[in-house]
């Protein structure tokens, strides 16, 4: 995520969570600690991938996880702070033949100022086979219907 | 970090610093989660600040801390696994006027394997003033020092 | 807490607030780590430091924090698992002089199932003058009122 | 443990492994967290239980955590602060038909001063089995061979 790429707006994105800044996420400079931007995106990925609906059978934490993360990156708008409200958004940008691309939006819930952006790239990968596999048919038409847009390859 | 840039080599790197992976650092899936890397990116950027020398009092925390995060990136390169102990390098690759960039490598130290390599920027600023300001010639200079090399602006 | 003490009942308790399991507490074994059950806690500390109300100017994270723990300590009842909504009770069942006493019990709040129990104690400490005090008034009456009871000496 | 409970001392210890404070065990108040003792503790029992020896295949992962955590305590004796260098002491003090108890105690490398004591009791299971099972005597004679006594029902 380059600086002069612009932010995204909370307006592109069909899909959000809520999360709490919690004592813990701060570090010794009384923020949130980088590293826990990351957590806030992983807990967007998770309930992406439960909001997807059954491309599988998702009766194992394994079928939640059908990908390896290849690369994410945060670039810091603002800092949070103890107890804020977050509102953590996020979308598929690309969907190639074996990995995918996220792009996240956190911004507070009080005053919607952007707090973080970001960028993942996943592989689809299969923890029951125990290798990378093509995107399934299946996979893309969930996120499709999702994100109300067909992707090309 | 694009996919297509090279991955740094360890002898390209003077500071580095080892750390052990704690039960805790795994995740669900049996390895070091993707957030915890940046924990180490952090580790190594508190262990070379405090190996630049005096640019400054340093008898506080925050005197450590001369800068504020912009933004950071981790490719994953393999998984690391409970109590593999890893070196995390770390280098200077940019000094700008009020910014400066560090690029990082993960390795295993058993087999020498890269583990992740990454980039962050900072901006330099002063907790006690509460601003950013331009990078001090003396900060500059105990970069220079420890890396051995000069930087353009 | 020993084994054969009872556990505390939801009803016992004035004071709670809502938690949620992340995928990053979760450890190796899928369920939420033993170390978070006291961070579950901690987020209970300060939800009910904040309802106690005014015995300080609490401009300052440090006025969130008026004590040091002395100890704490938790009985696992059962594991907890992504995702699901969490419920952390917290009582003072006792005020001393310099220290008090807090009560914690965790549930399930889709089922109502006991998920972990502990105890902490705390001493009146005061950031700004760096040293132990003993409980001022106005805080114990904060308490007693948040209690809607009042503690022996 | 309770407060007239006395601090064991580094010399009851068989077992200790050492571990590095990290920026991101600091919280806001500039010290370790409380909840990031109990993963202290943590690390020792992984340590503990690769130095018992082959009670198992423990060619994987569950092998290493044949327990359930019933409960732990920690009480807090001095803060641990940034880069600092720790000590974990675990020593088994019980061994009954399914569950068995460990004591620790955390100090300084640097000063030897006590950092924090705890306890924990352990219920014997199978993650295979999933089952929680009486102690096997090849168990129970790994921890007599590392702690150099026996230990009575």
């Known amino acids: 995520m380059k ?3 612009s932010t ?3 307006q592109d994105f069909k899909f959000s969570c809520e999360v ?3 004592f813990r996420d701060l570090d010794a400079m009384g923020h949130v600690n980088n590293a826990v931007y990351f957590t806030f995106f992983e807990i967007a990925r998770t309930g992406y991938m439960q909001a997807l609906g059954h491309y599988s059978d998702k009766d194992d934490l394994f079928d ?3 990908f390896i993360l290849l690369d994410v990156q945060c ?3 603002s800092a949070a702070v103890l107890s804020e409200r977050l509102v953590v958004h996020l979308r598929t940008v ?3 033949n074996k990995s995918y691309q996220f792009e996240y ?5 009080a005053d919607n100022r952007p707090v973080g952006v970001g960028r993942s790239t996943q592989v689809y990968y299969s923890y029951q086979q125990q290798k990378t596999l093509p995107i399934p048919d299946a996979f893309r038409q969930c996120i499709e219907k999702l994100e109300a847009r067909s992707f090309d390859l």
Do not use: D, M, Q, S
């Open 94 to 96: 690309r969907i190639g």
């Open 3 to 5: 600086k002069n790429e």
């Open 64 to 66: 939640l996880y059908p």
């Open 75 to 77: 670039r810091y708008l």
């Open 20 to 22: 709490e800044v919690r």
């Open 105 to 109: 939006l956190i911004t507070a819930k």
């Open 8 to 10: 995204p707006a909370v």
